[in-house]
């Protein structure tokens, strides 16, 4: 029993390794052990102070372009005034009699960083049960704060990602390569709108894409038809974040799109016994698509990263619908309402370069917009929208031209692309049927 208290109140390290790794740069030093080590490690990530200390010592003398062995790392020390606080002459010199062999420094580099990983969270156990008592905090805080720790401790384990431009060049090559082989198929997520796909090549990694538009104009509708097209056509992991409509209406229009069956007749229940052969082939699709659905209402930015993360984590989601950025509560209500939506831009764009997913977000443009082409200073309540998005997409038509749900008639519809970072902006045609609530090119509409 004892035995075991003992073990709990010491935090995980590894002495021998810690020396092993210190004793092989003392005998055996050269840049390229140096950048193998810090691949792995840096001050912080030894346990014992005096190996903290010989190691900052090793890292002074490579700067000055001074060579490092026992002898300079020991007068380092001892200008620092640090010498007795590293152990001394002594310790210093059993690290170099303490490596059975200095070519498996990056080895012990990792038993090191293990280790390190492990007391960092302990570390992080202890604020748990400390920020939990704390009652001045809001739960979804502490939450997003411990998950945004933790996923920093996943961030510094990785493998140091710079690349010469040689290497660069040849998976650049071979990038080229296999979309020739594919003969066009696009590089990101296709929406199932060809002429969308031929301007964008699929919705990409890592990008934040904006679809703008007045009330009652079909964001939702459009949002629903790309993830539909998405994961019922193309099997592809869909996450969408309804934040104005319950999962039961979100279904009964994904069922109306799959079906195409009036939604008003699915809302209402006036069907005719014809339309259940429709209507259960299309729920046997959808039941099978990859789709993940979260209709919490007025959600938290912190609460929806988490949700985010959580549908990458456990569902190996590839892109991420938000419907949409003016209905994402904010911690702190006493923040103007214009410095909430650009820290909620900001938040999603580097949400989404952390997931390495697109997310497509949803957002209102100004009254000002009625009877003319929305532009990007038209997005509503911050202009940190039109500069974080990588792609900026408005959905218009001509003010005279009705959308109501259940109608029977075609409405034309521009989908303008006002800016795209990496590729062509320009207008495409397409055509809303209120009839389903879905969005069709408009060649399938004639």
């Known amino acids: 029993m004892n035995q075991v208290s003992l073990k709990d109140k010491v935090p995980p390290y590894n ?115 400390a920020q939990a008592h704390d009652d001045s905090r809001e739960t979804s805080e502490i939450v997003e704060d411990i998950e945004r720790k933790i996923f920093e401790i996943n961030d510094q384990r990785s493998i140091d990602s710079m690349k010469s431009a040689g290497e660069v060049i040849k998976e650049a090559i071979y990038a080229i390569e296999q979309r020739y082989s594919q003969k066009g198929d696009f590089t990101g997520i296709p929406s199932g709108f060809d002429e969308l796909d031929a301007m964008t090549t699929g919705f990409q990694k890592s990008e934040m894409i904006v679809i703008g538009a007045r009330p009652s104009v079909g964001k939702t509708a459009f949002a629903l038809t790309l993830a539909a097209n998405i994961s019922i056509k193309n099997k592809i992991n869909c996450g ?68 985010a993360r959580k549908m990458v984590r456990k569902h190996e989601v590839k892109i991420i619908f938000i419907d949409y950025l003016g209905l994402i509560s904010f911690e702190d209500k006493r923040i103007p309402r214009h410095e909430q939506m650009s820290e909620v831009s900001r938040s999603l764009k580097a949400l989404a370069r952390e997931l390495d997913v697109p997310i497509v977000a949803l957002s209102q443009v100004g009254r000002q917009t009625e009877g003319k082409e929305p532009g990007l200073a038209d997005l509503r309540e911050s202009g940190a929208i039109e500069q974080d998005a990588d792609m900026v997409m408005f959905l218009h038509r001509d003010r005279g031209e009705k959308s109501t749900e259940g109608s029977a008639e075609n409405i034309e519809t521009q989908l303008i692309i006002a800016k795209q970072r990496n590729g062509p902006v320009g207008t495409i045609k397409m055509a809303f049927i209120p009839h389903f609530t879905k969005f069709v090119p408009m060649a399938y509409s004639n």
């Open 240 to 307: 969408f974040f309804t934040l104005e409509m319950t999962t039961l209406s979100v279904m009964q229009r994904l069922l109306s799109i799959q079906a195409n069956i009036n939604s008003n007749k699915i809302r209402t229940g006036l069907l005719k016994p014809s339309d259940f052969n429709s209507l259960t082939d299309a729920a046997s699709h959808i039941y099978e698509a990859p789709l993940w659905i979260d209709d919490t209402p007025n959600m938290k930015l912190l609460d929806l990263r988490s949700q």
């Open 15 to 129: 002495e021998e390794a810690e020396a092993a790794v210190l004793g092989a740069l003392l005998i055996n030093f050269n840049l390229d052990s140096l950048d193998t080590v810090r691949m792995y490690l840096g001050k912080g990530d030894f346990f014992k102070t005096s190996n903290q200390k010989i190691f900052s010592a090793i890292e002074s003398l490579e700067k000055k372009g001074s060579g490092v062995d026992l002898l300079t790392v020991t007068e380092q020390l001892k200008s620092d005034g640090l010498l007795e606080k590293s152990g001394g002459v002594g310790y210093i010199s059993e690290l170099t009699s303490s490596v059975p062999t200095t070519a498996n420094i990056e080895y012990y580099s990792r038993i090191v960083q293990e280790c390190s990983v492990r007391r960092k969270l302990l570390h992080i156990g202890a604020e748990i049960h």
